[in-house]
């Protein structure tokens, strides 16, 4: 290249304070609750499977899933399928469709855990997630977009639910979800 390289010392994301209000507590709730409101193409194969694995790791837990596409039936379906092939039952699954940013911000309570999708990171998700103080675990892959998480997290002072490996992100996962006071 003819352009010199520069290297940010901070990373490339902002988020305003003053978007969103202070959400009250998340509720305490028998099952722990993992959560994603990423668009459904980020929703990879990989991403399904690697989902999965953490539900497994964690049986008394269950998934919920938000995105425009999900007013859809054929679209829930399709998922329902996806994880019931990885041993996921459609009973730990929910499926939420559009709202407003506000009512979306709100939602964050219905969860405990954001799981971040691979190889395509969230970015604005991943920031609102946080915002709501709902823990993001994400793996850090190779690229801008496999690593948006990893820079989100790292930068925010949580490098520890940032997963170098699928291992690591469902070993990240179970100890976050193992800590229910931590959550709380």
Not at 105 to 119: F, H, N, Q, S, V
Not at 129 to 147: C, D, H, I, K, Y
């Amino acid at each position: 290249y003819r352009e010199s390289i520069l290297r940010l010392q901070r990373f490339s994301f902002c988020y305003p304070a003053d978007l969103h209000p202070v959400l009250p507590p998340r509720p305490r709730r028998e099952r722990l609750v993992f959560g994603s409101f990423n668009n459904t193409p980020k929703l990879t194969p990989t991403t399904v499977r690697l989902w999965a694995a953490v539900l497994r790791a964690v049986p008394a837990s269950d998934l919920l899933l938000k995105s425009a596409s999900f007013e859809d039936a054929g679209c829930r379906s399709r998922y329902q399928r996806l994880f019931a092939a990885e041993g996921i039952a459609a009973e730990r699954l929910a499926f939420r469709g559009i709202s407003t940013l506000g009512r979306m911000m709100e939602e964050y309570r219905d969860i405990d855990i954001a799981l971040d999708p691979t190889p395509f990171n969230g970015g604005t998700t991943t920031l609102q997630a946080l915002w709501a103080a709902t823990p993001v675990v994400s793996l850090s892959g190779q690229g801008f977009f496999a690593r948006m998480g990893a820079s989100i997290l790292t930068h925010l002072g949580r490098p520890e639910w940032v997963a170098q490996s699928p291992e690591d992100f469902v070993a990240i996962a179970t100890r976050l979800a193992s800590d229910r006071e931590v959550l709380a």
